[in-house]
């Protein structure tokens, strides 16, 4: 799932995401949408903008989060670590950076959260390769 | 499972956008921390109370003092007075003594020379001596000691003398010595000297009490006007660190204003990357030929670029009017000999419709040069603009080609994928035609309530 305001941007990891292989849900640019989607389906993994039009995209993160669905967060914001305080969990790629290290993030937090919460050890490896999303629906 | 809807949900369900900048102004400040600085408020107000306790408790003293010193200034005036009163009546007495044995005397002598008619006058003074010698000693006794002593013995006197004078004139025979007389004069002089010393003594000793009572009313003056001073000086005091204290937190807001714009500057400045970067890949993506995918990528970036350079003022707050826009983004487009005319009202656009304007304009005027009124040297492009009671700017573009023909619709490349987005993004409407002229494309760009206050209060303004 994409949740990102800007519309070009949300294209564009949409469109990276599917040639990796994932069924792309999205994008939303609003909360209230992607609110109103994953409460209609289930996904598997999510990129989520923290600053939507005005609006923080917290309270899909925290639904996420009780959900047990992994998710990335993608910001401009200048203070990642508020955001690790709120969500220990979720990874963080900072505003800008390319679509393909978003996708290895992801890939990151899904194999994570395969291996199980048994492991806490969230060093921020970077993925070379985004393939492993590939079959896993984002 | 794997559904994908396309392009996008709808998102007119969406909670209601609230503008982003009023979005963020409502958090608190960060510098401004109310518990600390009614702390700090408190810690001047205490040292002030203190002193005005003192103060006033230095002031009751000084009113006692000041009460007390009248009092016995007061009390001394009168005790010399009385003093006074006394000493005159017992002068008064004293002569009246004196009176009565010269006037004895004068009779007693009228008598000796021949008058008998004197004899009556003689009895009278000799029946009225006892009385005064009476009433002169009781003063005398009053004033005590030696005056007293003094007194009886000036009674004694005057009753000897009276005695003689009544002895010769029963016998006829006048031989009286003068001594007696001699006496009693040295003896009431004495009491008059000792009186005008015991004046005197009360005089000087009053003139003293008044002087103290002035040298403490002085102190109490000055006193007074040295805590008036004081109270001066602490008001002036508490008036400066109020004041300093005004600035400081006006200095704390602004910073925190400050701090507001340059994160949402930098926040800003991060998504345009972004955008900038997925400009880059998106275009990329459609075009095969790399001077062709370099050249659109470019032009984008351009518009972007034309379209957030309008608001980079100094108040972040207020970004464009949507003229400049038009002007930024559409006018570089225009081939020479061909017209542009914009009209329509001076308007301030919300910053969230910057970068989706910016790109929507962007690939029209794009898709005029190459399809559309622009592609020959003398077609006229025309955008007239309003802005509706019910918060939506209507745009109409048309197009008006140099001579009338089929006009081409333009292949759907990714220029119109791109269109869409952004209105997607900016919540607006379009609707293309195409007539006789070419392309009439009329847009439709909602604006929140809170957008609309600020666009008609700084349009209001210009």
């Known amino acids: 799932m994409v949740v990102e305001d800007e519309a070009l941007l949300a294209l564009d990891l949409a469109m990276t995401m599917e040639e990796l292989g994932a069924a792309v849900v999205g994008p939303c640019y609003r909360l209230g949408a992607a609110l109103d989607l994953v409460s209609r389906m289930k996904i598997d993994g999510a990129i989520l903008d923290v600053d939507l039009n005005g609006e923080t995209v917290f309270p899909l993160a925290r639904y996420l989060d009780e959900q047990g669905v992994p998710f990335v967060f993608h910001t401009g914001r200048a203070d990642p670590a508020s955001l690790l305080e709120a969500f220990g969990r979720a990874r963080i790629c900072t505003k800008p950076s390319t679509p393909e290290r978003i996708a290895a993030c992801l890939a990151e937090a899904l194999a994570d959260a395969d291996r199980g919460s048994d492991n806490d050890n969230y060093a921020p490896a970077y993925v070379q390769d985004g393939s492993s999303a590939s079959s896993q629906q984002a | 499972m794997g559904v994908k809807p396309d392009p996008a949900p709808r998102v007119d369900d969406c909670n209601s956008q609230i503008n982003q900048w009023r979005g963020t102004a409502t958090n608190p400040p960060r510098g401004a921390d109310p518990v600390s600085s009614a702390a700090r408020s408190l810690w001047l107000l205490a040292p002030r109370t203190t002193v005005s306790a003192l103060m006033l408790l230095v002031l009751a003293a000084l009113f006692g003092a000041g009460a007390l010193t009248v009092t016995r200034a007061f009390q001394a005036e009168n005790r010399a007075r009385q003093d006074m009163t006394e000493a005159r009546d017992t002068l008064a007495q004293v002569n009246d003594l004196m009176l009565i044995l010269y006037e004895a005397e004068s009779a007693q002598r009228g008598v000796l020379l021949g008058d008998g008619a004197e004899v009556p006058a003689f009895r009278a003074a000799q029946a009225a001596l006892p009385a ?90 000055l006193s007074v006007l040295g805590l008036m001073a004081l109270a001066a000086l ?60 370099a050249q659109k990528t470019r032009s984008r970036i351009q518009a972007l670029a034309r379209a957030h350079e309008l608001s980079s003022g100094q108040n972040l707050m207020r970004t464009a009017l949507f ?43 794009t898709n005029s040069v190459k399809y559309g009124a622009w592609s020959s040297q003398s077609g006229t492009l025309t955008v007239d603009w309003t802005f509706a009671s019910d918060k939506t700017l209507t745009v109409v573009w048309q197009e008006q080609l140099a001579e009338t023909g089929t006009p081409q619709p333009g292949r759907e490349g990714f220029g119109s994928t791109m269109i869409d987005l952004s209105l997607q993004q900016a919540k607006a409407m379009m609707e293309r035609r195409w007539g006789n002229t070419g392309l009439t494309a009329t847009l439709k760009f909602p604006f929140s309530s809170a957008e609309k206050v600020e666009a008609e209060a700084a349009t209001g303004k210009d």
């Open chain 2, 323 to 365: 003229g400049d826009l038009l002007d930024a983004v559409v006018r570089p487009y225009c081939p020479p000999g061909a017209t542009l005319r914009c009209s329509g009202p001076s308007l301030v656009l919300p910053a969230r419709l910057l970068t989706p304007m910016g790109l929507i304009f962007n690939e029209l005027a």
């Open chain 2, 132 to 221: 005064a010698a009476g009433q002169m000693q009781a003063s005398l006794d009053r004033a005590g000691g030696d005056l007293s002593v003094q007194g009886r013995r000036l009674r004694d006197l005057a009753e000897q003398r009276m005695a003689e004078m009544s002895a010769t004139l029963t016998a006829l025979t006048d031989t009286s010595p003068r001594s007696p007389m001699a006496e009693l004069r040295k003896v009431s002089d004495a009491i008059r000297r000792e009186q005008r010393a015991l004046m005197d003594a009360a005089y000087r000793q009053a003139d003293a009490e008044r002087l103290r009572a002035k040298r403490t009313l002085g102190m109490i003056g």
């Open chain 2, 234 to 293: 602490l008001a002036f005091r508490a008036a400066r660190s109020e004041s300093r204290m005004r600035y400081m937190r006006e200095i704390a807001v602004q910073r925190d204003r400050a701090d507001l714009v340059s994160h949402e500057l930098s926040h800003r400045v991060k998504n345009l990357f972004a955008v900038i970067m997925s400009i880059v890949s998106v275009t990329a993506r459609s075009e095969t030929d790399p001077r062709l995918a």
